[in-house]
Nanobody
């Protein structure tokens, strides 16, 4: 079993920055993808950014150039630096880990609120 613990959400003014962290523990296979998704009430969860164990990244078009995802493999931790935040970035952000064996795990979610 894998546990994901998120931290770093909060309230920030438009144009500001936040850094999210996701620490994974448990039986983690070396080949995996860690990422961040977000979900607004009544809407589907959407991918924000993801990073493979090899360091390849993928971003939603809406955050390209503003968000940067990274990971510390030794600590099994993923980070997402969010800059130039906009009110439309307000959502609950969920950490995700999926393995090459088809297992998928989610964190509990952290609220990000951007005021205008």
């Amino acid at each position: 079993q894998v546990q994901l613990v998120e931290s770093g959400g909060g309230l920030v003014q438009a144009g500001g920055s936040l850094r999210l962290s996701c620490a994974a523990s448990g039986s983690i296979f070396s080949l995996n993808v860690m990422g961040w998704y977000r979900q607004a009430p009544g809407k589907a969860r959407e991918l924000v950014a993801e990073i493979t164990s090899g360091g390849s990244t993928n971003y939603a078009d809406s955050v390209k150039g503003r968000f940067t995802i990274s990971r510390d493999k030794g600590k099994n931790t993923a980070y997402m630096e969010m800059n130039s935040l906009k009110p439309e970035d307000t959502d609950v952000y969920y950490c995700n880990l999926r393995t090459g064996y088809g297992h998928e795990y989610w964190g509990q979610g952290t609220q990000v609120t951007v005021s205008s």
